[in-house]
């Protein structure tokens, strides 16, 4: 381990993603903990779960980080056909909630086994695309990928989780970009995309339809589901510079607003702490994505960039989803905010992630780089 | 990174984030910054409301202080639909416990598609908190009420479980409870919406400051003291959750309570009254029966009883469509209030009227005698001399009272002493029909006594023009016959009549009956007094009015109302049997053997003779001979008003025979 580059371990990706977990488990608090919460075991709280889902990932994070991340690249075929089993499984026995089939019973607590596939498939695909500049001359790595794409894309839309469905396309569709694939080989996604998006338009599920008419055409409404969206507006707007203050918020703390300490935390966070908190919110986002870039600039080799890029593109499509729902930017898709929202399984994996982000840093050729 | 592409594109992905998070702060800028104020408004708006909260309506009392209605705290549940679990079985659990303690199905969720295809509204089911949830839908957070007037207890359980029946809200509301129920709903009246006929008047009110939902008065002494018994609505400011749920009060007005009422009304007096009405119109075999009492002195109604009657806490907390309907379909019309809205021809009553007004324009006197042979024939207007073509009037004593003055008219309550002074006969030169009328309109017939109360008729008091539009025909002497003993197109309301009789008792003052005594405020202060209304004072001879009076005195002791002498009381009284036409199923008209029509019984009296304190009108629909049976009711109602039953403790006034 004396190979390890301490020196550039990225304290500034840590602690921006420290930074932001624990603004989230504040807000969960602020949100979660309303007039009407009672008092339960310890292990019901969801504050406290948040926590332990932290310290858990913390500790993954520190091992991943120190796994040389080059390991992964040659057991890229078993992590593979164990992300296609898991979905498998949780098809066949995984647990319904809010109408979709992600969930796997663990005692106390449930696994979304989604979210730990978004880590596994940019490890597969960092592999898959990380080539010679040579091997890129040809479409079949680049073909290749797509069709490794497929199966687990599609086990995941059919839970239905469209929003984690599309986080892996465009995830896929960004170390792609950064790959260094061919501009032309790249012209076959438009393409791909026209033909495949009436496609998938005609197969949603009504309610993702609504939320896109919502979105495109206002006064839309066939099911009532715009309160929200326009609850999420008011909690922002009502922000102001500095925010009604932590735990002060009319809209979370009355529940006007709803799903507060998940999909719409950061309208709880705007609400409260204003538009200070929430830009610099926004700020420690734009840090990490930018962090992660960096890390991919420094890699060592095409496999360590592409996992750093992977988790880049991850966290910006995510954050970027998230924040832009919650702003009405965006049609409504049911994805938390990366380290914010509450959800041990996307915390854990998101902590895994930067962990292998981490690993790829730790173990740069130049360390003097860093400097530049 | 040796790779320009590459680079290029890492360069593009960065300003691609770059661009992605400086558009979402521009975002927030617009949001939180330049559109903040607006925002923040309807923030406010979702929590802050500004609720009226109710005054207190005014409390009714009787004469003495005995209290008739009163404002009781009823409960109504709401759901908000939107602040249910979504989970399908925790749903399910709430519904079921707020079923379990409403004692309501709760029934099966309509699916939103059946909702859209198959939707039957004459099917929807308005009973199961699933179908009125479903029915009345109006958003997620909009409470939909699924039961008023609930169960104290039930309520008081709700409320406690409140945190774990997220969506569920209980509101308390007041509501009237009239504690004499039917014995004074037709005076008491009864509160509920503002009809949406009337909405705006009301809204137009200002001073009143009237909200949609407001319960007003409706009917009786609710509906004419309205402004009375209201008071000012306070004005609460609060902050509710989005289940509409009080989290804070901000501020508040307090509500100034309504004043109170104290009425004329006995209420033990009108309970006896009822009771004897009751028995009175069994025995009769009559449907609708009335009876009032009232002070001839002051115009105060002691009591006022119109049968059939309702319950009027049916329509306290709404009154269900199958009461409503049942009510409004009784062919005995329980919520008409006969006694001021029934018209009906006074009959003999009315002689009251021809009696002053003979004497009054000097047709005769006391000592005029005018021969009654059973049959009066009356010649041909045309053909004066063929005495073929005569028309034979009747006296109700078919074999005639012979030679009579006025006060034995009145004690024989004899028709053809009546028609002749009336309409003239011979050589009589009779009243005519013209002065009658201006007679009647004196005493207040064909108008509104102007009481206190709704629904009141004015009567009939037709002239000749009125026959020639609603019959085509002239108005003949016949006609003044009739009218001159109370019947053919005359009709009265029992109110009326005995108006009537208190004016002949105290001496030709026509006071306005009135229901309410006192208004007072909530400490008993008396903010209004009694004040006597006289609508006129008759110009008529003190000797006239006492003829009448002594006639109907004389009736009591020796004539027509012998059944109102009571020993230790100087009853006078006048009866009357009025004949009306009525059909059968078949639209025939209705008579006896005889070939007589059916005839309402009626029957006024005023005691005692020399200073009269009371005034009494009973009045049997299709009860047949007055002196048979409306006469028994008022000898009982006065017997136990003057204590001389032995019943009541109220001091018998002691008056020479």
């Known amino acids: 381990m004396n190979r390890l580059a301490w020196r550039s371990f990225d304290w500034v990706l840590l602690l921006t993603m420290l930074a932001l977990t624990g603004l989230g488990i504040a807000m969960i608090y602020s949100g979660y903990e309303s007039l009407y919460t009672e008092p339960g075991p310890l292990w019901d709280n969801t504050v406290f779960r948040q926590a332990f889902f932290a310290a858990v990932g913390l500790v993954l994070y520190l091992i991943v980080a120190l796994i040389d991340y080059r390991v992964w690249r040659g057991l890229s075929r078993w992590l593979y056909l164990g992300v296609l089993v898991v979905l498998g499984v949780v098809r066949v026995l995984g647990r319904t909630?809010?109408?979709?089939?992600?969930?796997?019973?663990?005692?106390?607590?449930?696994?979304?086994?989604?979210?730990?596939?978004?880590?596994?498939?940019?490890?597969?695909?960092?592999?898959?695309?990380?080539?010679?500049?040579?091997?890129?001359?040809?479409?079949?790595?680049?073909?290749?990928?797509?069709?490794?794409?497929?199966?687990?894309?599609?086990?995941?839309?059919?839970?239905?989780?469209f929003g984690t469905a599309l986080i892996v396309v465009l995830l896929w569709i960004g170390m792609v970009f950064l790959s260094g694939v061919r501009w032309r080989h790249l012209l076959v996604l438009p393409i791909v995309g026209a033909i495949v998006a009436p496609l998938i338009w005609f197969r949603l599920e009504d309610y993702m339809r609504d939320r896109v008419l919502m979105f495109v055409l206002p006064g839309y409404d066939p099911s009532g589901a715009s309160f929200n969206i326009r609850q999420a507006l008011i909690s922002i707007g009502s922000g102001g510079w500095l925010g009604k203050g932590f735990r002060q918020g009319t809209q979370s703390q009355l529940e006007f607003l709803r799903v507060r300490h998940t999909d719409f935390i950061f309208s709880v966070l705007a609400e409260e702490l204003g538009f200070l908190g929430a830009s610099l919110t926004v700020l420690a986002f734009a840090i990490l994505v930018l962090r992660l870039l960096r890390i991919a600039r420094l890699a060592r080799d095409d496999y360590g960039r592409l996992i750093a890029a992977g988790v880049a593109t991850m966290i910006l499509s995510q954050t970027v989803i998230n924040l832009g729902m919650n702003a009405n930017l965006l049609p409504v898709t049911g994805l938390p905010l990366p380290l914010v929202s509450y959800g041990g399984s996307s915390l854990i994996s998101t902590y895994i992630a930067l962990g292998l982000a981490q690993s790829v840093i730790l173990r740069r050729t130049d360390p003097e780089a860093a400097l530049l | 990174m040796n790779d320009a592409s590459t680079r290029l594109r890492f360069t593009l992905f960065r300003l691609l984030a770059i661009a992605a998070f400086v558009v979402i702060g521009a975002r927030l800028w617009e949001l939180q910054i330049v559109s903040s104020d607006q925002y923040l408004e309807s923030a406010d708006a979702n929590r802050f409301r500004l609720l009226p909260t109710d005054a207190p309506r005014g409390i009714i009392y009787d004469r003495y202080g005995r209290m008739l209605v009163r404002n009781v705290a009823s409960f109504t549940v709401s759901v908000v639909p939107g602040g249910l679990p979504q989970d399908a079985a925790e749903r399910q659990r709430v519904l079921s416990r707020v079923g379990e303690l409403l004692q309501m199905q709760v029934g099966s969720r309509p699916q939103i598609a059946e909702e859209a295809t198959g939707s039957d509204p004459a099917a929807a089911d308005t009973t199961s908190i699933e179908g009125i949830l479903a029915l009345r839908y109006n958003g997620p957070y909009n409470p939909v009420r699924i039961a008023t007037d609930v169960d104290r207890q039930a309520a008081l359980i709700l409320e406690e479980e409140h945190p774990e029946l997220p969506g569920v809200l209980v509101e308390t509301e007041p509501i009237r409870h009239y504690l004499e129920g039917a014995l004074t709903a037709h005076i008491l009246g009864y509160v509920g919406q503002i009809p949406a006929s009337e909405l705006d008047s009301y809204l137009a009110d200002a001073e009143q400051a009237y909200a949609s939902d407001d319960m007003v008065g409706l009917s009786g002494v609710e509906y004419t003291q309205e402004r009375v018994l209201r008071g000012v609505p306070g004005q609460k400011h609060?902050?509710?959750?989005?289940?509409?749920?009080?989290?804070?009060?901000?501020?508040?007005?307090?509500?100034?309570?309504?004043?109170?009422?104290?009425?004329?009304?006995?209420?033990?007096?009108?309970?006896?009254?009822?009771?004897?009405?009751?028995?009175?119109?069994?025995?009769?075999?009559?449907?609708?029966?009335?009876?009032?009492?009232m002070d001839p002195r002051t115009g105060e109604v002691l009591s006022m009883v119109s049968l059939p009657s309702y319950d009027n806490n049916l329509f306290s907390g709404g009154i269900s469509y199958s009461d409503f309907a049942r009510l409004n379909t009784d062919p005995n019309h329980p919520l008409l209030n006969h006694a001021v809205g029934g018209q009906y021809p006074p009959g003999s009553t009315f002689k009251l009227v021809s009696a002053t007004a003979v004497l009054e324009d000097q047709i005769v006197d006391r000592s005029t005698m005018l021969y009654c042979g059973g049959t009066l024939w009356l010649p041909n207007k045309y053909a004066p001399d063929d005495r073929s073509l005569d028309q034979p009037f009747y006296c109700w004593h078919r074999s005639g009272h012979g030679a009579l003055n006025i006060v034995g008219a009145l004690l024989q309550s004899c028709d053809i002493y009546f028609y002749q002074a009336v309409g003239g006969f011979e050589d009589l030169v009779g009243l005519t029909y013209t002065r009658l009328a201006e007679y009647a309109a004196e005493f207040g017939f064909g108008q509104r006594t102007g009481i206190e109360l709704t629904g009141e008729a004015t009567g009939l008091v037709p002239d000749d023009r009125w026959k020639r539009q609603n019959y085509g025909e002239n108005w003949v002497t016949g006609d003044t016959y009739n009218a001159a003993i109370g019947q053919g197109y005359i009709l009265a309301t029992p109110l009326q009549v005995v108006s009537m009789c208190s004016t002949v008792a105290n001496g030709g003052t026509v006071l306005r009956p009135q229901v309410v005594y006192q208004v007072t405020d909530s400490e008993?202060?008396?903010?209004?007094?009694?004040?006597?209304?006289?609508?006129?004072?008759?110009?008529?001879?003190?000797?006239?009015?006492?003829?009448?009076?002594?006639?109907?005195?004389?009736?009591?002791?020796?004539?027509?109302?012998?059944?109102?002498?009571?020993?230790?009381?100087?009853?006078?009284?006048?009866?009357?049997?009025?004949?009306?036409?009525?059909?059968?199923?078949?639209?025939?008209?209705?008579?006896?053997?005889?070939?007589?029509?059916?005839?309402?019984?009626?029957?006024?009296?005023?005691?005692?003779?020399?200073?009269?304190?009371?005034?009494?009108?009973?009045?049997?629909?299709?009860?047949?001979?007055?002196?048979?049976?409306?006469?028994?009711?008022?000898?009982?109602?006065?017997?136990?008003y003057f204590g001389l039953d032995g019943t009541s403790e109220r001091p018998a006034t002691v008056t020479a025979p």
């Open chain 2, 524 to 640: 008993g202060r008396v903010l209004q007094g009694y004040m006597p209304v006289v609508s006129r004072q008759l110009d008529t001879d003190p000797e006239d009015l006492a003829l009448v009076r002594r006639g109907m005195r004389e009736a009591v002791q020796y004539g027509t109302a012998w059944g109102a002498q009571i020993a230790n009381l100087s009853v006078a009284g006048k009866t009357g049997s009025a004949e009306y036409a009525a059909w059968d199923e078949e639209g025939n008209l209705i008579v006896d053997e005889f070939g007589y029509m059916p005839t309402h019984a009626w029957f006024t009296c005023f005691a005692p003779y020399e200073d009269p304190e009371i005034a009494l009108v009973i009045f049997l629909e299709g009860g047949g001979e007055g002196s048979q049976t409306a006469v028994p009711v008022a000898a009982d109602i006065l017997k136990h």
């Open chain 2, 238 to 293: 609060i902050e509710v959750d989005v289940y509409q749920r009080e989290v804070a009060v901000l501020a508040s007005s307090e509500p100034e309570a309504g004043s109170n009422l104290i009425l004329t009304l006995d209420v033990e007096l009108q309970r006896y009254v009822e009771e004897a009405l009751s028995k009175g119109m069994r025995a009769a075999g009559s449907e609708v029966g009335v009876a009032i009492a």
């Open chain 1, 97 to 161: 909630e809010f109408g979709a089939t992600s969930w796997l019973s663990g005692g106390l607590f449930g696994v979304q086994p989604s979210e730990l596939a978004k880590v596994v498939i940019t490890l597969v695909l960092a592999r898959q695309l990380g080539l010679d500049r040579e091997d890129l001359e040809s479409p079949a790595p680049f073909l290749l990928s797509i069709l490794l794409l497929i199966p687990p894309v599609a086990l995941i839309y059919l839970q239905p989780d």
